[in-house]
């Protein structure tokens, strides 16, 4: 009678710790086999995998007077509070560990990131923080208060210099967007690296209206790029970023100068990745309506595109994240869409707007 008053007790006290593990786990959605098709790989790979990803709004609760950011507060028309705030925080970790399979990325370029604070509460407060993250941010001046950001594993990527290049429209001066990160550091311990990360003007007010923002932007980063090539014609060049434009627009075409195919790729320099991936994919990183764009973008220099350094892309490229947990049914315009946080003003309590992609580092 003891042993099985013992056993019966035994179990009561388990109960409360199988739940917590389970809801640990739990994404906001009926899905139990969540993370089974992922599997785990090797603590310290050959390659570095690095994550570009648009995390839709992820701002802290608080209002901040100096910034148009009123509607993510308990008070503004998304009801945003700390409980939303720390399930959007759940839903980014837990994505960048199923991008890894379990060895979570070694460089993570971010945007709509708020501030710093919300970085901080990323790394250091959710299960990424045994994986030793450390951030770099610069604040910008963007109205909304977005920025964007770069998170890196000391363990596989050290960086050297950052700095951030600001963008300011010599024909609208009043308008303001976000920095151009960039970052350089060394990978494998020997091979250096030049990292941008981008947020390019939205589309919002009308593509023609808004398209020589993202012109001019694309320019000033052409600038730094040049600068470097000056330096180095074989210099390893990664530019990531939602770009607010497909692979094939003037911005990246022109403005950049990132060709879309093989063949003029050595004479331009740099070379966009998702345009080689949009030429056989019925899809995209983000959906308006019916369609797919491609705005989340890799572009290479062409040393790292052919390997002629150390250093070489996977022979698969760019590729898009699209697990199933990160997808939704579109059941007004069919098929599938990404599974966001908002849709207007309601809350949905999904990932992002944008799926996140990826592309494989290799020291040769």
Known sequence: MFKKIFIFAVIILL???VFLQ?????????NTQLFQQFETIQEDP??????????????????????????FTPAGIKNWNYNKFQQKLNNIYKTLIAIGKWEPPAIVGLCEIENRYVLNKLVFETPLKKFNYKIIHEESPDLRGIDVALLYRPKKFKPLFHKAIPVIFPFDTAKKTRDILYVKGVVFNEDTLHLFVNHWSSRYGGLLATKSLRNFTASVLKNTVDSIFENNSSANILIMGDFNDEPTDQSLTISLNAVTDTINIKSAGLINLMALKQKTLNEGTLK????WNFFDQFIVSY??????????????GAQIFNADFLKEEDSKYLGIKPFRTYSGPKYLGGFSDHFPVYIDLFAN
Request: no cysteine; charged share 25%; aromatic share 14%.
């Open 303 to 316: 040393s790292l595109f052919n390997g002629n350094n150390k250093l070489h892309i996977d022979s698969q």
């Open 22 to 30: 389970i809801t640990n786990y739990s994404v906001g959605q009926n």
């Open 15 to 17: 109960i409360p710790i």
């Open 288 to 291: 308006y309506k019916n369609n």
């Open 46 to 71: 050959e390659y570095i995998r690095i994550v570009f990803y648009n995390v839709e709004n992820l701002f802290d609760i608080y209002d901040d007077s100096l910034k148009n950011d009123e509607e």
